[in-house]
């Protein structure tokens, strides 16, 4: 808080001798000293009155009734007022307790009642006593908890075991663990998870790495985070090292291939360091999901959580590793202040990735993924809208589910805005803003209008002119004169395309033998919409294209055949849908076969079997597409 005011008042002064007097945002002005936690509508909290700061949690973990039970004891900063307001989604609270640490165990009873919040959840209103400095919550969650996934043996890779995973980005956290549930404060955290016998408990946290006699596990996060990265997962799962501080978790069956696919994370890790400054998390980890996992990846501290669908044979896919690894500096380290600020926590991140994926294989290969995510954007920005104001950076998302706010232009807007500060800059001199950027901000949470002063601070301090990065941030679309990725790997992969379309070339004499997975999806992206089935059924001789191990390649492929409707895909599209729950696949997926009849009908017998596999967040967006195609 400190380094933010003083830097505001240096911005103050830099903006003006660079630029003349330039006026704020109004949405932005700030007149009243700015709280010490911002303002977040997507959570009931007080923290301004009275915060959380460290946590021990005792839960028990429940198979057969699928639900977490136990305590949860707060530590708190008292600022003002006797009422503690936490966020809390279908919890089965029991009994609220207060007291000083050093009474022991013998704690007051506290008044508390629930009152009706929203559709993302309650409000706990707990009753304190004026010298209370801890509150215990004793409570279990809902069969149905909206952050849990409970597996039944016969959903898993091994098929030997339960599997439990938790997924809290952006306000669920609030349906397994009482709390104030905002990204603008951070807790540190103790747990205590008694699991049945034969599993392993896992947290974002310091873990175990093997399985024990009584089924309990201790952990520690000794680092504050914002409640959104608490995580929890229980299965039969094993430990294998990757390097000194990296190693992969998974199910038994799936642990060799797991290591191998990730054989690069030491040398991620290593890469990312040198980048932009030193590791503070000591341990990263990746944990392999069930393929229901709604996300690519979700970079909960010291153990990321991966979908299994990136264990492609040929590590093709592990960008997705490199940017969560990114997270733990640029949104675990400096995280965005609410869910209007998450291009903070996810455009630096891609940035980030796509400069370790350039140290490790080179430009041509980063290129090419830039390129992708450009075609990514571009699509965003023509599904929104060009003049809709979910185009801007930053974000209004107050009264809507966050979620809505959560899709490319965060991710690859953010990145183009960041790459065009660089260009402006020059490499080093922007590096070298990145990592400073780190190390002052390191534990705390950033908006977009700190961001703006803190740029105006440091790296546009002697500019005549500075970019007019208001424009990336407050207005629509692209800007003018923005940076676009190109790839001469894809442009010869667009002649190839050519050469086949126009019948020049039989798809079994094309050149691919060379081809990467990112080739590969260029090619199919480019295919024009709705091509007759018989051409995709010519590349699929050649290529076994519906056959491929390959999730993106998969993916890309299924959807060109709804669009040309090619049958002879759909049996391994309706195994897909039904096996994977990753959102990012399976909205594009059912969105396209619910614009046309036989395909919805096709879609809504294939969802009844696939919706139970699915995590509350898929589910709920895919309820949404499949009705909207009524
Ligand atoms: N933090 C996100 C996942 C997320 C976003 C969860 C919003 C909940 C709400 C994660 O880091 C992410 O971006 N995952 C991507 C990976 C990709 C960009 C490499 C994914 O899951 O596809
Ligand atoms: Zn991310």
């Not at 990263?284 to 996992?293: K, N, R, Y």
């Not at 075609?375 to 998302?397: F, N, V």
């Not at 950033?446 to 301090?461: E, G, K, P, Q, V």
């Not at 669009?563 to 990012?584: C, N, Q």
Request: charged share 25%; aromatic share 10%.
């Amino acid at each position: 808080m400190t380094i933010y005011r003083t830097l505001t008042a240096v911005a103050a002064i830099a903006m003006i001798a660079a630029t003349g007097c330039r006026p704020e945002p109004a949405s932005e002005a700030e007149s009243a000293p700015e709280p010490k936690y911002a303002v977040d509508h997507h959570s009931f909290g007080n923290p301004n009155e009275i915060a959380v700061t460290h946590l021990d949690l005792v839960l028990n973990v429940d198979f057969d009734k699928r639900m977490l039970m136990g305590t949860a004891t707060f530590k708190l900063e008292r600022n003002s007022g006797n009422t503690l307001v936490l966020d809390a989604r279908d919890l089965d609270i029991r009994s609220v307790k207060h007291g000083k640490p050093l009474e022991g165990g013998e704690h007051a009873v506290a008044e508390f009642k629930i009152k009706e919040g929203n559709e993302h959840g309650d409000i706990l209103e707990i009753q304190l006593n004026d010298s209370a400095e801890l509150v215990t919550i004793d409570y279990s969650t809902s069969p149905d908890a909206a952050a849990l996934l409970w597996h039944s043996p016969s959903q898993t890779h091994d098929k030997n075991s339960p599997f439990l995973f938790t997924q809290g980005q952006a306000i669920l956290t609030r349906s397994w663990i009482p709390i104030q549930d905002s990204p603008a404060l951070r807790i540190t955290y103790n747990a205590k998870i008694r699991t049945p016998e034969g599993m392993l408990a896992v947290m974002s946290a310091e873990n175990p790495t093997e399985k024990n006699e009584d089924g309990v596990f201790e952990f520690r996060m000794e680092q504050p985070i914002p409640p959104y990265l608490m995580a929890l997962a229980v299965g039969d799962l094993e430990f294998a090292p990757l390097g000194d501080r990296t190693g992969v978790y998974a199910e038994p069956g799936l642990l060799e291939a797991a290591a191998r696919e990730f054989e690069d994370t030491e040398k991620m890790l290593e890469t990312a360091e040198n980048l932009y400054g030193p590791y503070v998390w000591d341990r990263f980890d990746i944990l392999v999901l069930p393929p229901s996992f709604p996300f690519g990846g979700m970079e909960n501290p010291r153990l990321t959580f991966a979908t299994p669908t990136i264990i492609a044979g040929d590590k093709s896919l592990t960008g997705l590793i490199a940017h969560e690894l990114a997270h733990s500096w640029s949104g675990n380290l400096v995280t965005n202040g609410s869910w209007n600020d998450f291009w903070l926590n996810e455009g630096f991140t891609v940035y980030f990735e796509k400069r370790i994926m350039e140290a490790l294989y080179g430009p041509e290969y980063a290129e090419m993924l830039n390129v992708l995510g450009y075609q990514d954007l571009l699509a965003t920005i023509e599904r929104l809208g060009p003049e809709s104001e979910d185009t801007e950076l930053k974000l209004d998302l107050e009264g809507r589910n966050p979620d809505d706010g959560m899709n490319d232009i965060a991710y690859e807007k953010g990145y183009l805005m960041l790459r065009s500060l660089e260009e402006w800059a020059g490499r080093e001199a922007f590096d070298a803003f990145l990592m400073e950027y780190f190390r002052v901000h390191a534990f705390e949470t950033m908006t977009t209008a700190r961001f703006i002063d803190y740029l105006d601070a440091t790296l546009f301090a002697d500019a005549k002119e500075r970019p007019d990065v208001e424009a990336w941030i407050y207005k629509p679309g692209l800007p003018e004169g923005h940076p676009v990725p190109v790839s001469d790997v894809f442009d010869r992969v667009d002649s190839v395309r050519n050469m086949w379309l126009e019948d020049q070339t039989a798809a079994a004499v094309l050149p691919v033998e060379k081809w990467s997975t990112h080739e590969w999806l260029h090619f199919l992206r480019g295919i024009p919409e709705g091509i007759p089935a018989e051409q995709l059924a010519e590349l699929d001789a050649a290529f076994d294209l519906t056959k491929s191990g390959n999730s993106e390649i998969a993916f890309a492929w299924f959807l060109q055949s709804i669009h040309s409707d090619y049958r002879p895909a759909f049996d391994a599209m309706e195994a897909f849908l039904i096996e994977v729950g990753r959102r990012k696949f399976l909205e594009p997926l059912y969105a396209a076969l619910a614009e046309d009849e036989a395909h919805l009908k096709w879609a809504k017998r294939v969802y009844k079997e696939a919706r139970p596999n699915y995590h509350s967040v898929t589910a709920v967006t895919i309820d949404e597409v499949l009705d909207a195609g009524e």
